[in-house]
């Protein structure tokens, strides 16, 4: 995701549109898990920062607004068009706790929740001002959006399957174990002067690929190969849970996406960068297996998300087949016969203790 703000020179055809590399990404965790680890992926973008900074700065003596390309989460929604407007509709938005974002916007969120949909699709966004006359307008916002939070913060910040929101995210949720870990083994490396140094090759990168346009593509095989993965996803999820045929739509987009960062940094190996950048069929898997990786994530978010409508999600279908009484290995048995994962059954528990079960004892519990 972090990658994904980098490259606005780089642009491919998708559904008949222009459309560039940007992702909107949320990683999801309980507290003190490890999630806190997406903070390296802020200092990859550290050398471009300081460098737009730089330069905006060296434009303040002509009293110009200094530029950030990593941008503050906790912003208002009219700040953050200005800021894309300074930028040319480029950047990343960071934040490690999805909290900031949700204190900070919670007179405006509609507004905002709107502002990130368009910027998703490139859509123009504007921002009037009447009491000095001022209109602002961002034609092709490519900003992307990385957030970390906990299973809570996300629920908060989404509110229901319906926001619009939840289908542009690429999600990745994990539970650890709560072991102590080795924090001294010898054999681990230095992350912060491993992104470091990976942080002064990737503002290279970005260097080149910022003075010329080039497109991108896949080959006529793997365009045929992206429809037949799909068009088989989107029946799955129709006989599954209506609520995600949006986020299915939205993956095949997002494949794409993934597809052409993967190839802007190979391409970038090369001593001379090709005008029209042709996607590798490694790159392309890599890209589709992890797509299908981000649906189970996507469907796992979408069931802890409050529903209104008349739908069942997964949860209500796993509380339906589990018995009157029951073990935890027993609903483990009973999740995989519904094609559900075993990491899933804790927090299912969890979501319907007190409201459609009850914990009897330890590992036993009976439906209400």
Known sequence: TSLSGCF??????????????????????DAASGKGSASHARVLLEPIHQAAMTVSSEA??????????????????AAFIETLEQSGGVGVMFETEIDSVTDALKNEWADYSALLRKTFHHEPVTLARKTNKVYIEVRRPQAAVLLAGTPGQAITLLKSPENGLVSRILFYY???????????????????????????ELLAIYERYKSRSHTFDLTPQQKEQHKSVFTARMAQIVQLDSDAV?????????AFRIAMVLSIIRAAEGEVIADNIVCSDEDFGTAMTL??????HALLMIDLLPRTGPLKPNISRFHEALPAQFTRAEAVDVASKLGLKERVVGKYLALMEGKQTKRVNHGHYKKV
């Open 60 to 77: 303040a003596e002509q009293s110009a607004t200094p530029t950030p390309f990593i941008i503050p989460a906790n912003i208002s929604s």
């Open 174 to 200: 994990f539970d650890n174990p709560p072991v102590w870990q080795d924090v001294f083994k010898s054999d681990r490396p230095n992350l912060t002067e491993f992104f470091s140094r990976h942080s002064i």
């Open 8 to 29: 606005s020179s780089v642009k491919g055809i998708y559904n008949q549109q222009e459309v560039h590399s940007n992702l909107f990404g949320m990683i999801v965790a």
């Open 246 to 254: 949006s986020t299915v739509k939205r993956l095949g987009l997002i």
């Open 291 to 296: 797509s299908g990786l981000y649906m189970e």
